[in-house]
T-cell receptor
């Protein structure tokens, strides 16, 4: 079967660093996406990894290990506006996205 | 440029009624998608279209139908709504159906079936 696992909820402090993990088991792999979704809004694209390693984009970085079926999203210098759900999605062999349930990140002052 | 628009924003519907959710994109994207999002579950693909004139079934297609008469529009129809179809529905589009194509989402339609 296909399975994407992420923690349901995490809490962090403004200005700190947080790492959101995602593990997956899917039929085929063509890449892994991270999306951000604020409450009541649409998901928006954050990052895409297809090769092993770290991709850095400003305060956000995303890591992939294909052999371990594992990815993480690293958020640095947390701001209150980073309070949102973070969705992990794997692109399967048919180029369709299989989505995790999302991790709700709560930022406290 | 609006991107993707969806209508209505929200709707309360009696069970057994027919309902069409509208989706329009102005990015000239070839691929379009319909997802539903339920609390505690990931986004689940209902139907998709690789290009105008073609459609395909996703993970949860039962009770839903779609059409793709042109590039811009991708309506989703519930022929006879049931309470289990209460959900938030998102339409999305991407340039094509190939590796690494970012999907862009509309604002969503919140549907309640009573």
């Amino acid at each position: 079967g296909q399975n994407i696992d992420q923690p349901t909820e995490m809490t962090a402090t403004e200005g700190a660093i947080v790492q959101i993990n995602c593990t997956y088991q899917t039929s085929g792999f063509n890449g892994l996406f991270w999306y951000q979704q604020h409450a009541g809004e649409a998901p928006t694209f954050l990052s895409y990894n297809v090769l092993d390693g770290l991709e850095e984009k400003g305060r956000f970085s995303s890591f992939l290990s294909r052999s371990k079926g594992y990815s993480y999203l690293l958020l640095k210098e947390l701001q209150m506006k980073d309070s949102a759900s973070y969705l992990c999605a794997v692109e399967d062999s048919n180029y369709q996205l299989i989505w995790g349930a999302g991790t709700k990140l709560i930022i406290k002052p | 440029i609006a991107g993707i628009t969806q209508a209505p924003t929200s709707q309360i519907l009696a069970a057994g009624r027919r309902m069409t959710l509208r989706c329009t994109q102005d990015m000239r994207h070839n691929a379009m998608y319909w997802y539903r999002q339920d609390l505690g579950l990931g986004l689940r693909l209902i139907h998709y279209s690789n290009t105008a004139g073609t459609t395909g079934k996703g993970e949860v297609p039962d009770g839903y139908s779609v059409s793709r008469a042109n590039t811009d529009d991708f309506p989703l129809t519930l022929a006879s709504a049931v309470p289990s179809q209460t959900s938030v529905y998102f339409c999305a589009s991407s340039e094509g159906l190939a590796g690494g194509q970012t999907q862009y989402f509309g604002p969503g339609t919140r549907l309640t079936v009573l």
